[in-house]
T-cell receptor
């Protein structure tokens, strides 16, 4: 158990809908990262927040947004969902800003299915 | 073409075998190289990281980076059934490991 929690574990929704995925980092970790893992795209970095501020951005679509709250939990909002958004969404956390030598601890993921 | 290509596998070996997992990349700006292990239905976990070219050893695992050939490898000695997982290589330009580019993964099965 990495100490990172994600809810919900599974989500089934329809095209055009909006969903919110939630992540609680390990106690004391200031950085939260969001990743998407799909069969055709592999694991892709979406966005990182550090202590409430956006720190780095990856291949995140405009339909997706995220935020980190004062208690350091984070939410990933996915809107106008398309079939291709079906994937595993992972959250990870690390102690500080995310240097390469800093270990990221991954949560168990949220499996999203868009029908 | 993807920036990071990983031997697709799957790979099946007997217990005790030496395993070699490999990735090639096209972006010469990559400086930081990582290997993750992902068990079924779990998130990835960082196994090893290296900076620039060279070797790094940690127990049964050795990571090798050859920047001149744009090629990285992970060797597992004395493989165990508990090593059965998907292995992902990842690399980044800057020091922020979060902003990494990942390979698609190689699934390894070690048979007792």
């Amino acid at each position: 158990d990495s100490g990172v929690t994600q809810t919900p574990k599974h989500l089934i929704t329809a095209t055009g809908q909006r969903v919110t995925l939630r992540c609680s980092p390990r106690s004391g970790d200031l950085s939260v990262y969001w990743y998407q893992q799909s069969l055709d795209q592999g694991l892709q970095f979406l966005i990182q927040y550090y202590n409430g501020e956006e720190r780095a951005k990856g291949n995140i679509l405009e339909r997706f947004s995220a935020q980190q709250f004062p208690d350091l939990h984070s939410e990933l909002n996915l809107s106008s969902l398309e079939l291709g958004d079906s994937a595993l969404y992972f959250c990870a956390s690390s102690t500080m800003g995310g240097g390469y030598q800093e270990t990221q601890y991954f949560g168990p993921g949220t499996r999203l299915l868009v029908l | 073409q993807k920036e990071v290509e990983q031997d697709p596998g799957p790979l099946s070996v007997p217990e005790g075998a030496i395993v070699s997992l490999n990735c090639t990349y096209s972006n010469s700006a990559f400086q930081y190289f990582m290997w993750y292990r992902q068990y079924s239905r779990k998130g990835p976990e960082l196994l090893m990281y290296t900076y620039s070219s060279g070797n790094k050893e940690d127990g049964r695992f050795t990571a090798q980076v050859d920047k001149s050939s744009k090629y990285i490898s992970l060797f597992i000695r004395d493989s165990q059934p508990s090593d059965s997982a998907t292995y992902l290589c990842a690399m980044s330009v800057g020091t922020n490991a979060g902003k990494s580019t990942f390979g698609d993964g190689t699934t390894l099965t070690v048979k007792p």
